[in-house]
């Protein structure tokens, strides 16, 4: 056997019996799985021997490319001690690549125990500042176990090289070769990739619970879905809310401790008010005169945060004060907001609407899954967002002045005027010129933004006539001297001022900053300007409504009115978490296999090239946000 097919052979060999060590190595994963029918086994099991031979041969690329380098440079008579040496540094570094390997799903493995999430922008962040591990609490202990553990996986891989290289194993596989060992390996392989990938495709469509969860167990995964191959032969995903959970999902711990209140009687009648896409700085005189009257007689947040650029974390993030990413847990559990549940305990008078749907987002499978359908009055199909608006407030008004006078009541309504296509009628006008026609297909950006911000701002001018409608009534009927008064948005809207028309699409100050009005029985009147976020709305209201316990064991906000003073907050969407602080915004992906995608920006949204001076004074706060976003669903 010439030296380089003898390299060769022993490489694959050293290959095949690394994979079987880490095959062990990621048997963990397995374990996290809620199998649920034999689909979910396969899928489980497919993933387990892909992801586990992916990990190991995107590192073993190189080792081959040294390789097949070494030959070509060396095959000189004149070079042989020179390649012999090069032999042995492919050897060298595939016995420490591989090392890397055993030591990244291990490491994977122990953040997954603590955190119950896999390595990701945080985790990065962490492991490559300077003093990132250390603000975790690691001691010398610490750092002496780890060595051990680097030291036991290299040890591991050395000792695998050389049984690769015994005469014993060199027979097993020559007789293995006999029987086309790699070429049946390789079918292997090929069949679970296949499996996987079409398995976890039709799950998406057929939004199989069991199927999609289990893809979550090992790192890195990358899902396909068909939804756009899907789209063009006219079959659409089911919508998740109609997914079907086994409930061994997930686990949640909310609230952290039984709420205990220290008063049986209700004191206070609860009116909260949201418009869609409304931000910060349409609060004022001349777009929003009644509410901008109202704000100057209540508590005005002016500098606050949604917890999310979208309406589905926007809104759980004020009724939960939890971060967005646990939307989905609290989703798969139909697992309503504290809030909620103590004003059901307490009796309240109900009557909640909004001119959008609640079952997109689901909010009836969450913030209000407590709550009887009945209770719960969408939009009017065929009317547009001003007039549902209008009919809305006229029915809640209807309510008020129907409702038992012996009980409290809580009433809520989302605004829908100022969302796009921005909704309004000719009497609300006073913006112009306004794009009269929003036809998607055929607008253009860049030349008609000015336009459609202009129809915005109309919009926000008939949404401010609605509001004035509610306050009006509350006034006049005295009603304000025992009702507490919510007044923001859900998220922020932009026009293009950072390059991004809308919302969803960025963490922008003009996507994320909305109003808070906030009145409340007896408070003076002020403007509030230290940083706030909707995180820190329930942590204000529970008290009021009795709650004794520290907002710690329901949410992640603050008391608005008490210290300390917020130095950070969080807004989220779909896949990604992002960290405010009074100059820099930093964008960290969720998902494993996106951890690298990490964008930091200062506080007017401009892109940081140098991190090191923002990651080295944030690792404190990022360490803890580890712990937050996990803290009450295991």
Request: proline residues 4%; glycine residues 4%.
């Amino acid at each position: 056997m010439n030296d380089h097919l003898r390299t060769k052979n022993i490489l694959w060999r050293y290959f095949f019996l690394s994979y079987a060590a880490l095959l062990i190595n990621t048997l963990f994963y397995l374990r996290q799985i809620h199998y649920s029918g034999m689909i979910t086994i396969l899928f489980g099991l497919s993933i387990y021997f892909l992801y586990s031979f992916i990990y190991l041969f995107l590192i073993f690329i190189p080792v081959i490319i040294l390789k097949v380098l070494v030959r070509i440079l060396f095959q000189s008579q004149d070079w042989l001690s020179v390649k012999h040496w090069c032999q042995k540094a492919v050897f060298g570094v595939a016995i420490v690549l591989f090392t890397f390997v055993q030591l990244f799903i291990y490491t994977d493995k122990q953040i997954f125990k603590l955190y119950h999430f896999h390595i990701n922008g945080f985790v990065w962040n962490l492991i490559t500042t300077p003093g990132g591990i250390e603000s975790m609490g690691n001691n010398d202990s610490t750092i002496f176990s780890t060595a051990m553990i680097v030291a036991g996986f290299f040890v591991l891989q050395i000792f695998l090289f050389f049984v690769a290289k015994s005469e014993i194993l060199q027979k097993i596989f020559s007789g293995l070769q006999k029987v086309q060992f790699k070429r049946v390996f390789i079918g292997f392989i090929v069949l679970i990739f296949n499996f996987q990938f079409f398995t976890y495709g039709i799950s998406h469509l057929e939004a199989n619970t069991p199927v999609l969860c289990a893809s979550n167990a090992l790192p890195l995964y990358i899902p396909v879905t068909f939804k756009s191959w899907a789209k063009k032969f006219g079959v659409l995903p089911k919508r998740t809310a109609l997914l079907k959970l086994d409930k061994k999902t997930s686990q949640l711990h909310y609230p952290l401790q039984p709420i205990q209140y220290d008063w049986v009687e209700p004191n206070y009648n609860i009116v909260w008010l949201v418009a869609e896409s409304w931000r910060a700085d349409m609060l004022n005189d001349t777009v929003m005169p009644k509410t901008f009257d109202f704000a100057k007689k209540s508590v005005w947040f002016a500098n606050h945060y949604s917890g999310g650029n979208g309406t589905r974390m926007g809104l759980f993030s004020m009724f939960y004060g939890l971060y967005g990413n646990y939307w989905f847990d609290f989703l798969h559990h139909r697992k309503g907001p504290v809030f909620i549940d103590r004003l059901i305990e307490q009796n309240y008078q109900m009557e909640l609407f909004t001119s959008a749907k609640f079952s997109y987002p689901e909010f009836d499978k969450t913030l209000f899954a407590s709550i009887p359908a009945d209770n719960l009055h969408e939009y009017c199909k065929g009317l547009s967002g001003w007039e549902n608006d209008r009919r809305h407030v006229t029915a809640m008004l209807d309510f008020l002045e129907h409702r038992d006078r012996a009980r409290p009541f809580f009433t809520f309504m989302f605004f829908e005027s100022p969302h796009a296509r921005y909704y309004f009628p000719e009497e609300s006008v006073i913006k112009t010129p306004f794009l009269e026609n929003m036809n998607y297909a055929t607008i253009d950006i860049e030349k008609d933004i000015e336009l459609i911000k202009n129809r915005y701002i109309n919009s926000c001018y008939h949404l401010d006539s609605q509001l004035g409608r509610i306050l009006h009534y509350l006034e006049s009927n005295q009603l304000l001297e025992s009702t507490i008064v919510i007044i923001t948005g859900d998220h922020g809207e932009e026009f293009m001022e950072k390059g991004y028309w809308g919302h969803n699409s960025a963490y922008t100050e003009e996507q994320l900053c909305v109003p808070l009005v906030l009145w409340l029985p007896g408070q003076q009147p002020q403007v509030v300007q230290k940083m706030t976020s909707h995180l820190d709305i329930p942590a204000t209201l529970m008290p009021l409504l009795g709650a004794k316990n520290p907002a710690s064991d329901y949410s992640l906000g603050h008391n608005l009115f008490e210290p300390p003073e917020r130095v950070y907050t969080i807004a989220c969407d779909w896949d990604s978490l992002c960290y405010i602080n009074h100059h820099y915004k930093a964008v960290f992906p969720l998902q494993s296999y996106n951890f690298l995608k990490q964008t930091v920006t200062d506080e007017a949204d401009r892109e940081i090239v140098n991190r090191t001076g923002f990651f080295r004074a944030s690792q404190n706060d990022l360490a803890l946000i580890m712990t937050e976003i996990r803290k009450f669903s295991k």
